[in-house]
């Protein structure tokens, strides 16, 4: 059992395998990850479905028999090789977002075709759940160490952006607000409610600007103009936060991996 589990943990577990790239394994899995994303677009494709239904509903069972086992398989072997042992420790070195997002994977739609076989009546709205499968693709970041990086720089940096959604959503509201009381009473269609000015506030705060909805008074238009200027600082003010993180630990990495350098070289001379 014991060299079952470090056999497992090598091949599923990426800090554990002690080659570099991917374990055979891990390759089969990123294999699996892109195959579902192409069944995902041939499910949406009437005629393949007409054609080969059982087809695909084999092929996605399987997808979804292989992601079960995987997750089934993280948990009971995970940190093997540094001699881990309990549910808890395991779940905490095979990465508790990680996991989650492995029974993202296959969880939900497993429930649902677990139903649909007892004979419920799905309904399309609970059906359109499937769409989750594409979650899958985020499965890919986790295998890749520049996406490892870039989940941990979002990680570190949840608290300012969330931040500077509460204030972007703030000031998307206040803008449908003025824009109410300065078009409200010439375009009552667009501008009659917040509610309405709301979709126009979206648009131009976010430099989008469709045009199917547009201020015709001077005063509005000075509104639109200056929340037009506004919102190109809030397009901006997130990317700074993530690009200032990236660059941080970037550079981190970078004297972390010069010292590795550097430190073989003195104990030589010593």
Not at 239 to 245: L, R
């Amino acid at each position: 059992m014991h060299r079952l589990r470090l056999w497992l943990d090598r091949q599923l577990i990426e800090e554990s395998w002690p080659y570099r790239g991917f374990s055979p394994l891990n390759w089969f899995i990123l294999a699996v990850i892109l195959f579902s994303a192409v069944l995902f677009a041939a499910e949406t494709e009437p005629l393949a479905v007409a054609r080969y239904p059982l087809v695909l509903q084999a092929a996605n069972l399987a997808i979804l028999t292989v992601f079960a086992l995987e997750f089934a398989l993280r948990l009971f072997s995970a940190g093997e090789t540094r001699g881990l042992k309990g549910l808890s420790a395991r779940t905490a070195y095979a990465g508790r977002f990680w996991l989650l997002l492995d029974f993202l994977a296959f969880g939900p739609e497993l429930i649902l075709l677990a139903l649909l076989y007892a004979g419920a009546d799905i309904p399309l709205t609970l059906a359109g759940l499937r769409a989750i499968r594409l979650l899958r693709l985020v499965k890919l970041i986790h295998y890749m160490p520049g996406g490892r990086l870039m989940s941990e720089v979002l990680t570190d940096v949840a608290p300012q952006l969330l931040a500077t959604l509460i204030a972007a959503l703030g000031l998307i509201y206040l803008a449908a607000v003025l824009i109410y009381y300065a078009e409200g009473g010439v375009s009552p269609e667009h501008f009659g409610s917040v509610g309405r000015s709301l979709w126009w506030s979206v648009i131009t705060l976010t430099t989008v600007g469709y045009g199917d909805v547009y201020p015709v008074t001077v005063l509005g238009r000075i509104v639109a103009g200056v929340l037009a200027i506004i919102g190109v600082g809030i397009i901006a003010l997130p990317t700074g936060i993530i690009a200032g993180a990236f660059m941080e630990r970037l550079q981190a990495e970078r004297v972390r991996q010069a010292g590795r350098r550097i430190r073989p070289r003195a104990d030589h001379e010593n």
